[in-house]
């Protein structure tokens, strides 16, 4: 098992871009074209190298060249497990590489359950929970970090306004903007972009109040499944923001997937 702390490989830096995850990936998914759902067939491959100890809990994002990037969540060892804020990127050829081990300054804590993308050469990594000593309730935050993907330094940016969260989610919209899904967006939602956030507006039918839901960008919509409310109860129901009008329509799901908390979606093609 390969780690390396170095930059990426002019190879591994060289490569070409992918529309998402399911680039590597086949196996019998979920999908919802612009309506419904439906069984799409994919197939899976193993990676070259993979992440030791193994992890849970943490965020990853897809970058323009098809590179995935993971930050955080526990470190899963036979001993026990404690919370991290390294940083790995999965190569569709290289396969895993350790890119930032743990550390205390200029950089994000140790969390789980924040949330990233990747935008303009950056990834982003907003809020999450720091569980600190184990049987204190540790401690949710709001703070919200940019890693330049080339020169590989932290950048610490405004907070997530409204307050600390955790089990959200965000994506990057066809506009070039990134949309922060959380609990307490029933009437509007949160939009980062140039630097700056605004809490927009919106209307319709939108998502009960949810944590570990799952969200993906699809053409100029916003899709959010699943999670968990408030009471505990899992879902199994979809719903799309037009980022364009901001509205929410519910979709009809048809036969989709049963009800669940920590998945996670991605686009395949536009419609």
């Known amino acids: 098992r390969r780690q390396s702390s170095r930059p990426l490989s002019p190879r591994a830096a060289a490569l070409p871009k992918m529309r998402g995850w399911l680039w590597w990936c086949t ?13 799409v067939s994919a197939k899976w491959r193993p990676s070259a ?4 100890p193994p992890r849970s809990g943490h965020t990853s994002a897809l970058d323009e060249q098809g590179r995935v990037w993971l930050f955080g969540g526990y470190v899963e060892e036979a001993s026990g497990r404690r919370v991290t804020n390294d940083v790995w990127c999965l190569d569709p050829e290289e396969g895993w590489l350790l890119i930032q081990g743990e550390a205390a300054e200029s950089r994000p804590g140790p969390r789980l359950c924040s949330a ?4 303009d050469g950056k990834l982003l990594v907003f809020a999450g929970w720091d569980p600190e000593t184990e049987g204190t309730g540790g401690r949710i935050l709001d703070d919200v970090w940019s890693l330049d993907l080339e020169t590989l330094e932290w950048t610490q940016l405004d907070a997530i306004p409204r307050g600390p969260v955790s089990r959200h989610v965000a994506v990057k919209t066809a506009s070039g903007a990134v949309v922060v899904h959380t609990f307490r ?10 630097g700056r956030w605004l809490e927009q507006p919106t209307s319709g039918e939108a998502p009960s109040s949810r944590g570990l839901h799952s ?37 009809d799901q048809g036969e989709g997937p049963s009800p669940r908390a920590g998945s996670c979606a991605a686009a395949l093609g536009d419609d």
């Open 27 to 39: 196996a019998a998914c979920m999908a919802w074209p612009a309506r419904s759902a439906r069984i």
């Open 116 to 119: 990233s993308c990747v935008l």
């Open 215 to 251: 969200a993906a960008a699809l053409g100029d919509d916003l899709v959010v499944f699943g999670g968990a409310d408030k009471s505990g109860e899992m879902r199994c129901d979809a719903y799309a923001l037009d980022t364009r009008t901001w509205t929410w329509r519910r979709l």
């Open 185 to 194: 967006c029933l009437e509007s939602i949160l939009v980062f972009a140039d």
């Open 49 to 52: 190298t993979t992440i030791s």
